[in-house]
């Protein structure tokens, strides 16, 4: 996993956003950035070339399952992966999300193992396929 | 029977007992079909004002309803839920002065360290200075610094992750809060369709909570997914 990658961190509370920051620095990782909604987010990874997107689903503006498909809707950017970090738990919108093309799902309350699991399969699937 | 159409009677029935009195057949003719006539709008004007009793009770009994479902189901739904908020807030609280005695005690190993600083100080300042013992008591203090470093380093990061409950509890008040609101509304609704000469209307209609996100899962009370039903139901999908 390259350490250096740009990640992206879309949340409305930003101190969820500092939670997975230092989770994400435990893990080694040091370039990263905030958004607070999708809105914010989008021309962010417009001109912003990020490696890895971690987002919040219940957002006000553009709420994070719209972020997750306009990515996908958008050749330049569509394969960048998807970890959406949400308290929404009902077995609808985990499928609705998979259906989306989300590349993992964390329920809130999460521990950094949680995350650190979903990371790792996240880039040894990008591994495989490349 | 209000005053004006009282005094109307009594013109038309006089007229009428008039115009029998002195046989006058077109008279009588005319009295009579404005008597009816007067009856049939005093009924009319009677059905209008029965009907609009009738829409206003339909409209009462509507919010009723409602008033019906919040006291019934959404208030008792949200007490629960900030129940939970309360519990969320107490534990962190907890967890957070827990990992703030833990990391004084990383003060102590910092003690540790200058003691044995001072201590090779001491051995320096003497001539020939045993230079070997030097080695060895700054060979302590690295290792004492590493160790309470990393310790340090792990409860500051637990720390952090010990506000999260600020994203949940956040989530649930702002459900509540809605919720309050809607309950406002609907009373200061139903105070005005009772008559109760409130001035002040609403400032916004009841909305329904149609498409809503469920939002976080308030445990033993929702049909939600843990991360290991997540993770089951996505590994069926193919993930």
């Known amino acids: 996993m390259d350490t250096n990658m740009r990640i992206l961190i879309v949340d409305d509370f930003s101190t969820m956003r500092r939670i997975v920051k230092n989770l994400l620095t435990d893990l080694g990782f040091t370039n990263m950035t905030e958004a607070d909604d999708g809105n914010t987010a989008w021309p962010m990874l417009q001109s912003g070339n990020f490696d890895f997107v971690v987002t919040d689903w219940n957002m006000p503006g553009m709420t994070g399952i719209d972020l997750l498909r306009n990515i996908r809707g958008d050749a330049r950017i569509a394969k960048t992966p998807v970890l959406m970090v949400t308290a929404e738990a009902q077995r609808d919108q985990i499928i609705q999300a998979a259906q989306a093309g989300v590349n993992g799902y964390i329920i809130k309350p999460f521990t950094a193992q949680t995350l650190k699991e979903k990371m790792d399969k996240i880039f040894q699937r990008a591994a495989e396929t490349a | ?239």
């Not at chain 2, 009462?60 to 309803?65: A, M």
């Not at chain 2, 051995?123 to 008591?137: H, I, Q, T, W």
């Not at chain 2, 009772?194 to 329904?208: H, M, N, V, W, Y």
């Open chain 2, 1 to 239: 029977m209000n005053a004006d159409l009282r005094a109307q009677l009594s013109a038309r029935l006089r007229d009428l007992l008039e115009a029998i009195d002195r046989d006058d057949d077109a008279a009588v003719d005319a009295g009579m079909v404005a008597l009816v006539r007067s009856h049939d709008e005093s009924l009319f004007a009677h059905v209008a004002r029965l009907t609009r009793g009738l829409h206003q009770a339909v409209v009462n009994l509507r919010l009723d309803e409602q008033l019906a479902t919040f006291a019934g189901d959404e208030i008792p739904d949200a007490r629960s839920r900030l129940d939970y908020v309360m519990k969320v807030t107490e534990t962190a609280a907890h967890r957070t002065l827990d990992l703030v005695d833990q990391a004084r005690t990383v003060t102590v190993g910092l003690e540790e360290a200058v003691s044995h600083l001072s201590e090779a100080e001491n051995v320096l300042a003497v001539a020939p200075p045993d230079v070997a013992n030097v080695g060895v008591l700054i060979a302590e203090v690295g290792a004492t610094l590493r160790t309470h470093g990393a310790y340090l380093r792990q409860t500051l990061s637990e720390l952090a992750q010990a506000q999260e409950y600020q994203d949940i509890s956040g989530q649930i008040i702002r459900r509540v809060i809605t919720l309050v609101r809607n309950v406002e509304t609907a009373l200061l609704e139903l105070l005005r369709a009772a008559g109760g000469g409130l001035q002040s209307a609403p400032s916004r209609p009841i909305k329904a909570l149609t498409g809503e996100l469920p939002g976080p899962a308030v445990p033993g009370s929702d049909p939600s997914a843990s991360q290991q039903d997540a993770d089951e139901l996505l590994a069926s999908l193919g993930f």
